[in-house]
């Protein structure tokens, strides 16, 4: 039997009084210093049975919240995750999976790998750029859209996330914009995709116009939303927000900014990132407040690479490419995963 290993934290305290009610008789300062300094527990056990395969899983709760990670220290947040890892180890786990903030609050995740070679381990960043992507298609073809007929422009598409989504769109859509501060990278990338793909790809002189023209927008960098405006938006636009690996100062920036324009703009469907579902998991997707059978792409991605630990490494510095992309593309199918859903942002 493979075995797994999610680790992640409560959002806020409120998160952490509704998944454990003995919490609510704490005043909120003490809890926040308890969760802050209290060790990693096992929190969940789940197993997945699959036509030929069985998987077994825990998932193991790092105390602190969204806030108290990012604005801890380094040191204390690689402590903490390094308890976590080896509460995950000792449970049995094969590979583990990493979410929330803990991977951008903790440093060099290839100096930390080093030192821990022996650690088999995933942010889950692939399968969410590809996540991205398939639940924005979802999105919109929900609202009649023929992909053949958009156009689809990424913000911020000189970054690592986004030039590997403007990769996967280069090959599905035939109108596609691509907008960045680095206009030398951004030169670059359409000649690349043009010999790549023989697509003529723009790269946008002004992002206002480039919004007005699409009907699916992506967004990875906070730079690209902070002079933007509701109304610069197209009628009924599907906007996107695509995550890095783990949820840093930067995406919470994003996050609030789409929230400012979803609150304005009722008619944009504005969403962060897709919904994976997984054969044979429909009871830990309500501990989650997910739709049944529905998970995380990063948690998504640690199971395809536990099931599939024979033919792939997991590593903290994993590659993001679209050949890498591809390849875990073709594993997610073997195995019966698809994206079959997306997360709302509500204003």
Not at 216 to 241: H, L, M, N, Q, W
Not at 304 to 316: D, F, Q, Y
Request: net charge positive; with cysteine.
């Amino acid at each position: 039997m493979k075995r797994f290993a999610f680790i992640n934290h409560p959002i806020d305290t409120n998160e952490f009084k509704m998944n454990y009610p003995a919490a609510r008789y704490l005043p909120g300062i003490l809890l926040k210093q308890i969760l802050k300094y209290s060790p990693p527990f096992k929190s969940a056990e789940l197993m997945i049975r699959f036509d030929e395969l069985n998987c077994k899983g825990w998932s193991v709760t790092c105390p602190m919240t969204e806030t108290q990670i990012i604005g801890s220290s380094e040191r204390l947040v690689q402590k903490n995750f390094f308890k976590a890892l080896k509460a995950a180890q000792k449970l049995g786990a094969e590979v583990i999976g990493i979410g929330g903030c803990i991977s951008s609050a903790l440093g060099s995740k290839e100096i930390i790998m080093a030192e821990h070679p022996e650690i088999r381990i995933t942010f889950g960043h692939n399968y969410s750029i590809l996540a991205a992507v398939e639940g924005a298609k979802l999105a919109a073809a929900a609202r009649g859209n023929d992909m053949d007929q958009v156009t689809v422009t990424v913000l911020g598409a000189a970054g690592r996330t986004g030039s590997v989504c403007a990769a996967i769109l280069a090959r599905e859509v035939k109108n596609l914009i691509l907008a960045d501060d680095n206009k030398v990278k951004l030169r670059q990338m359409t000649n690349t995709i043009l010999y790549d793909t023989g697509l003529p790809v723009k790269a946008a002189t002004s992002i206002k116009r480039a919004l007005n023209l699409s009907d699916i927008v992506f967004v990875s960098v906070a730079s690209s939303v902070r002079e933007i405006r509701p109304e610069d938006f197209k009628t009924g636009a599907v906007v996107c927000f695509v995550r890095g690996a783990g949820i840093s100062v930067e995406d919470l920036l994003i996050l609030r900014s789409l929230q400012d324009i979803a609150a304005s703009r009722n008619d944009l469907k504005i969403i962060d990132g897709g919904l994976v579902e997984v054969p044979g998991i429909s009871g830990f997707s309500s501990e989650l407040q997910l739709p049944s059978g529905m998970v995380y792409p990063w948690m998504a991605e640690t199971l395809i690479l536990t099931l599939g630990k024979n033919r792939c490494r997991p590593a903290a510095n994993e590659s993001t490419a679209i050949g890498t992309i591809d390849a875990l593309k073709v594993m997610a199918r073997s195995y019966g995963f698809r994206v079959a859903g997306f997360s709302e942002v509500a204003g």
